[in-house]
């Protein structure tokens, strides 16, 4: 299953919210949504996009997992390239990590903002909500 994930803020931190679209290999999507997290920063939203994407494939029983996503700091993190060094993304990292732990195959990487609309639509909708 494909995950395209994004979080987003209005200011920094702001109300905030994350988006995610699930799309099956040819591309055609399985679940889209949005949902608001209150005031918290941008990097938190992202976080929290990647969270939340995972648990519900997982819920729609997904084992294999490719992750897309125009966060640069939360790719590199997962993909342990960068240091967690803020202790409230830490357990976010951490959650994260749990959730992926259990699964099969797991990819993420990293895309321009461009080609993640889809899910920035789903942030916008719920911000607008």
Known sequence: MLLYCDGGSRGNPGPAASGMVLTDQAGTTVHAWGEKLGETTNNVAEYTSLIRGIQKAKELGATDIEVSMDSKLVVEQVKRNWKVKEPHLQKLFIQA?????????????????????????????????
């Open 97 to 129: 990590w749990n959730e992926i732990q259990p699964l099969k195959k797991f990819t993420i990487r990293h895309i321009p903002r461009e080609k993640n609309k889809k899910a920035d639509e789903q942030v916008n909708i719920a911000l607008d909500s």
